[in-house]
């Protein structure tokens, strides 16, 4: 009996024909030389994270301005207080400030340590810009400074009184009561004085009719345009104004009777005030041997000026 054929399979290992005994020894020891250097590698990882600690706390390592009260970007202000951190601000207190404008302002330093400083500004600081992008510094003692341009300033607000120009002031006509002469008179009364008085815009009507029954001009309304350009950062926010009273009743030698009322509300950008009149008539009257009749007269008088909200210590306009 012939012995049974075996079939031998050769593999090819870099080129070269081998057995299949000879084919497995090399694989396991390829695998075993494989071993040993991860082994190695892992163990130097680990002395390097031993050492200085996992990626992420390489990076948080490295010096840097980081965050202002937790937030990546953010603004300044007089009177805030800050929480700064980061890394490599030093273990001795150096200095911090931002730098914008043409101006350095050093915060108060509370805390300073190699990764945390809790810093505050002035609250009486004045005379600056509202900036969108500052130079913030942390000066570190004894190596190089840390900067970061991802905050702002916002300067401290002040609200100022302005008196609106003459220019812009107008009044509503109204519609045409009659033409004469090629001259239009219109049925809006329109003001025998707008003035300012240092600290108000004036507006005054007044008119005498004859005859003790005389009616007076209608109530209207005028209009405030502000149209004088603000400088950066400021605005128009509110507006003040005071008017003479309207009343009714008989007393003792005259009349009061009103007409209309004073009101004053934003339209747009404008401001509308609707005016209301006074009716004044004195009583018929006897002056020695010569008998005065009745005097009529009619008066509205109100007086207004703006609120300008902007950063402190800066010319509005």
């Given at each position: 009996m012939s012995p049974p054929d075996i079939k031998i399979q050769s593999i090819e290992i870099r080129g070269g024909m081998t057995s299949p005994r000879v084919g497995q020894t090399l694989a396991k020891e390829r695998r075993a030389s494989l071993e040993k250097v991860n082994t190695?590698?892992?163990?130097?990882?680990?002395?390097?994270g031993s050492a200085y600690g996992t990626p992420r706390q390489l990076v948080n390592r490295t010096p840097a301005i980081r965050r202002v009260n937790a937030k990546r970007s953010g603004v300044f202000e007089p009177g805030g207080q800050y929480e700064i951190t980061?890394?490599?601000?030093?273990?001795?207190?150096?200095?911090?400030?931002?730098?914008?404008?043409?101006?350095?302002?050093?915060f108060n330093i509370d805390h300073w340590s190699d990764e945390t400083l809790f810093v505050g500004?002035?609250?009486?600081?004045?005379g600056l810009p509202d900036t969108e992008t500052v130079d913030l510094v942390v000066g570190?003692?004894?190596?190089?400074?840390?900067?970061?341009?991802?905050?702002?300033?916002?300067?401290?607000r002040e609200v100022s009184n302005v008196v609106p120009p003459v220019s812009c002031f107008s009044y509503d006509k109204g519609s045409v009561a009659l033409k004469i002469a090629g001259q239009t008179v219109w049925t809006g009364m329109p003001p025998d004085s707008v003035y300012s008085d240092g600290e108000y815009l004036n507006v005054k009507r007044s008119s005498t009719p004859s005859g003790s029954n005389a009616a007076c001009f209608p109530p209207g309304?005028?209009?405030?345009?502000w149209n004088i350009p603000l400088n950066p950062g400021f605005e128009v926010v509110d507006f003040e104004w005071y008017h003479d009273s309207l009343d009714d009743g008989d007393f003792d030698g005259y009349n009061l009777r009103r007409a209309g009322e004073y009101s004053a509300n934003w339209d747009g950008d404008d401001i509308r005030v609707t005016y209301g009149v006074q009716r004044h008539r004195d009583s018929a009257e006897?002056?020695?041997?010569?008998?005065?009749?009745?005097?009529?007269?009619?008066s509205s008088f109100y007086k207004l000026r703006l609120k300008v909200e902007g950063p402190r210590g800066l010319p509005f306009a």
């Open positions: 190695r590698i892992a163990a130097r990882l680990s002395d390097l980061g890394s490599g601000f030093g273990k001795q207190q150096g200095d911090i400030f931002i730098r914008f404008a043409g101006a350095t302002l050093h500004l002035a609250q009486d600081i004045s570190v003692k004894n190596s190089a400074a840390l900067r970061s341009a991802l905050f702002g300033f916002r300067a401290a309304f005028d209009r405030i345009q006897v002056l020695g041997m010569i008998p005065l009749p009745a005097c009529v007269s009619c």
